[in-house]
């Protein structure tokens, strides 16, 4: 996959997956990694030193609506780049505007793509732990095919199997296990 169609992926899952959590999120250091895919991952990257600018913080509890707000800076940048958002990827984009758009994005992206939730950002020390601690939430809830992932804050639902009642009972019970291991963190 090409970074513009893991950071699109990655925003439909951020859009669809968005759980509830407290609002300390907020308060932790804006810090960036480099960005792993996977089921239930988020995107991130370094943020620019030279910009001064804070990016945005995703929280576990950010609704869809907050996310779109929180896209919009990166968004215009984009656009003051020569991007063409209505062409990022499949219907009718031209090789020459993927190029644009991988050229605008790796100058919008270290200074306002939103960084994850501090519980799932590579930069925190303990985002493996917090990872481990909601599949452990999930098995207690009888999901049966759930890991983290190699990246050590993803997770991976099915298996090998690739279960579907493990994949659905991920999907929705995971926002639940994130928002309690959060709490039992903080």
């Known amino acids: 996959m090409r ?4 950071l699109a992926v990655a ?3 951020l859009v669809g997956l968005a759980g509830c ?22 995107a991130s990257a ?9 990016r945005p913080r995703e929280r576990l509890d950010t609704t869809p609506e907050e996310y779109q707000a929180m896209l919009k ?12 958002l209505d062409k ?22 270290p200074q306002y793509f939103p960084l994850p939730p501090w519980e799932k950002d590579p930069a925190n020390p303990q985002a493996r732990d ?6 452990a939430c999930l098995k207690e809830k009888g999901v049966r095919y759930v890991e983290v992932t190699d990246d050590g804050i993803s997770l991976a ?18 926002p639940e296990c994130e928002r309690t291991v959060a709490a039992t963190m903080k």
């Open 73 to 84: 800076p990166y968004e215009k940048c984009m656009q003051e780049h020569g991007a063409r």
């Open 130 to 135: 917090f990872a481990v601690a909601v599949v």
């Open 3 to 6: 970074r513009t169609q893991v």
């Open 11 to 13: 925003a439909i899952v």
């Open 46 to 54: 370094t943020p620019s030193a030279s910009t001064g600018a804070q």
């Open 157 to 174: 639902f099915g298996g090998e199997r690739n279960d579907a009642r493990s994949i659905r009972m991920g999907l929705d019970l995971a």
């Open 88 to 109: 990022r990827r499949g219907a009718g984009a031209t090789k020459a505007d993927l190029e644009k758009n991988e050229a605008a994005n790796r100058i919008c992206e």
């Open 21 to 42: 959590g407290s609002s300390k999120e907020a308060d932790r250091p804006v810090e960036g990694g480099t960005p792993k895919v996977a089921s239930l991952a988020t």
